[in-house]
């Protein structure tokens, strides 16, 4: 019994010893400047509105990871699947909020412009106008910067001008 217990704890010390996995992942994550963080979103939201204007997911994998790059591969996806695709036109872009951490970094933008989806039985069809927020969290995966998340914002959430 007594041996057994002291193998036990040799056990517990030793685990105690291992790096962990954020010591073998690499250096920390770099500081994700606000100059940076504005960037990355427009160039995120610049690919998402190429994707769904072609129809296609392919300039996604660059800019987007983790969930938010399957949940937007889909939507992609099953809308070149229906035919259809989503244009915009004289679109003002505006990050209106800005926090960055170790890590990471959580932006929101807002959008401000012409849209319209065309698809079958709908070859021309009227545009009209919208404004929505946008909100991104980016985070350092695989030594670049990815958003991992994002969502529409609900009005009441909307960020003050």
């Known amino acids: 019994m007594i ?3 002291l193998v036990a704890a040799t056990a517990l010390a030793l685990a105690g010893c291992t790096p962990g996995p954020a010591a073998v992942a690499g ?3 770099p500081i994700l400047s606000r ?3 504005e960037r990355l979103l427009l160039q995120a ?10 129809a296609r997911p392919d300039g996604l994998p660059p800019v987007f990871g983790g969930a938010a790059l ?4 889909r939507r992609v996806d099953e809308q070149g699947r229906r035919g259809e695709s989503r244009q915009e036109h ?5 990050v209106v909020h800005w926090s960055a951490g170790p890590g990471g970094g959580e932006g929101v933008l807002e959008l401000r412009g012409q849209v319209r989806l065309v698809g079958p039985g709908r070859l021309d069809p009227p545009w009209t106008g919208f404004v929505r927020q946008w909100r991104a969290r980016l985070e350092w995966l ?3 910067w990815k958003v991992v998340s994002e969502q529409d914002l609900s009005p009441a959430a909307w960020w003050p001008l």
Do not use: I
């Open 70 to 73: 399957g949940f937007e591969q």
């Open 45 to 54: 939201d610049a690919a998402l509105a190429t994707a769904y204007r072609d």
């Open 3 to 5: 041996r057994a217990v």
């Open 90 to 94: 004289d679109v003002k872009r505006r």
């Open 142 to 144: 695989a030594g670049d």
């Open 27 to 29: 250096p920390p994550a």
């Open 35 to 37: 100059q940076d963080g």
